[in-house]
Nanobody, 129 residues
Framework: QVQLVESGGGLVQAGGSLRLSCEHS????????MGWFRQAPGTEREFVAA????????YYADSVKGRFTISRDNAKNTVYLQMNSLKPEDTAVYYC??????????????????????WGQGTQLTVSS
C-alpha cells in the first residue's frame, strides 16, 4: 500500500518562498506520475502541477506557471513543489498525489484529481498579505 506524506507547509508573507516535499512510501516510485493539488476553503480541489515518471515533463496550472516548480528525486522517493512569489490566493491545503504504477509505454499525465490513485493527508500553506 502506497502512503504519501507531505511536509513543508506553513505561514509565509506574500512574495516569499516555500518548498513542499512529499515522500512516497512504496516501491517503484519511478513508475508513478506525481501531482500536486490544492484546496482552499469553500472551493473544489484544483490541479497545481504534475511531473512525469522520469521527471522529464512537467505541467502547471496557469495560476502558478512561472512561480512554482515541481521536481522529483527518484532515489529518495520524493517529489517537491518549490513555490516562489507567493500570493495570498495561494493559501490552501496542498495535497500530493500519485498515479500508477505504469510499467511501460506512454503514461498520460493527468490534471484531473480523479485519475490519481493515492493521496497524502495534505499540508496547509497560508500566505499573509
Amino acid at each position: 500500500q502506497v502512503q504519501l506524506v507531505e511536509s513543508g507547509g506553513g505561514l509565509v508573507q506574500a512574495g516569499g518562498s516555500l518548498r513542499l516535499s512529499c515522500e512516497h512510501s512504496g516501491d517503484n516510485f519511478g513508475h508513478y506520475i506525481m501531482g500536486w493539488f490544492r484546496q482552499a476553503p469553500g472551493t473544489e480541489r484544483e490541479f497545481v502541477a504534475a511531473i512525469s515518471r522520469t521527471g522529464g515533463f512537467t505541467y502547471y496550472a496557469d495560476s502558478v506557471k512561472g512561480r512554482f516548480t515541481i521536481s522529483r528525486d527518484n532515489a529518495k522517493n520524493t517529489v517537491y513543489l518549490q513555490m516562489n512569489s507567493l500570493k495570498p490566493e495561494d493559501t490552501a491545503v496542498y495535497y500530493c498525489a500519485a498515479d500508477g504504477p505504469t510499467w511501460s509505454g506512454v503514461a498520460i499525465v493527468s490534471r484531473t484529481d480523479q485519475d490519481y490513485d493515492y493521496w497524502g493527508q495534505g499540508t496547509q500553506l497560508t500566505v499573509s498579505s
